[in-house]
């Protein structure tokens, strides 16, 4: 499983033309599920996202965590994270889970950070469903969490 994280001063959800969601400061989580990804694999997942210090503390460093700044997450799932592109110029999705097995696991990666953080802090996008995301970059600070050694690229 894969979260590329991106740091936002504000990002939203649009479904036909319609805001389904949106955040202010925090963290934009576009999340690839891999075949063969457990449940251990989304909450590993989402408690490394929530504990990563990719926010500045009153030093400038990037000190803390979303937890500690009290910031907001938006998750939307992004198959193409596991798109392989070592061949040819269309990428492969061959190595990305089956849509049912990638939505559960999805939610389940939703639900934990709803935990870690509250659910007033977390906001999803909808699965398969085609979006536009807006986002306001904060940094900018991208980057990716594994849950596994072997996800590495």
Same mark, same amino acid.
């Given at each position: #499983?894969?979260?590329? $994280?991106?740091?936002?001063?504000?990002?939203?959800?649009?479904? %036909?033309?319609?805001?389904?969601?949106? $955040?202010?400061?925090? #963290? !934009?989580?576009? !999340?690839?599920?891999?075949?063969? %990804?457990? *449940?251990?694999?989304?909450?590993?997942?989402?408690?490394?996202?929530?504990? !990563?210090? $990719?926010?500045? %503390? @009153?030093?400038?460093?990037?000190?803390?965590?979303?937890?500690?700044?009290?910031?907001?997450? #938006?998750?939307?799932?992004?198959?193409?994270?596991?798109? %392989?592109?070592?061949?040819?110029?269309? @990428?492969?999705?061959? +190595?990305? *889970?089956?849509?049912? +097995?990638?939505? *559960?696991?999805?939610?389940?990666? *939703?639900?934990?950070?709803? !935990?870690?953080?509250?659910?007033?802090?977390?906001?999803?996008?909808?699965?398969?469903?085609? #979006?536009?995301?807006?986002?306001?970059?904060?940094? @900018?600070?991208?980057?990716?969490?594994?849950?596994? +050694?072997?996800?590495? @690229?």
């Amino acid at each position: #499983m894969r979260a590329l $994280i991106q740091r936002v001063r504000r990002c939203s959800v649009i479904i %036909d033309g319609k805001t389904h969601s949106s $955040i202010g400061p925090g #963290m !934009l989580i576009l !999340l690839g599920v891999k075949q063969g %990804d457990q *449940a251990a694999d989304a909450e590993y997942l989402a408690d490394r996202c929530s504990a !990563l210090r $990719i926010f500045e %503390d @009153p030093q400038g460093k990037m000190n803390l965590s979303v937890r500690d700044v009290r910031a907001s997450v #938006m998750v939307v799932s992004q198959f193409t994270l596991y798109g %392989d592109t070592r061949k040819g110029n269309r @990428p492969s999705y061959s +190595e990305a *889970a089956a849509p049912a +097995e990638a939505e *559960a696991l999805y939610q389940h990666f *939703a639900r934990r950070m709803s !935990l870690s953080l509250g659910e007033e802090r977390v906001a999803t996008g909808v699965f398969r469903a085609m #979006m536009d995301v807006e986002l306001v970059n904060d940094g @900018p600070v991208t980057v990716m969490v594994e849950s596994k +050694e072997g996800d590495r @690229p």
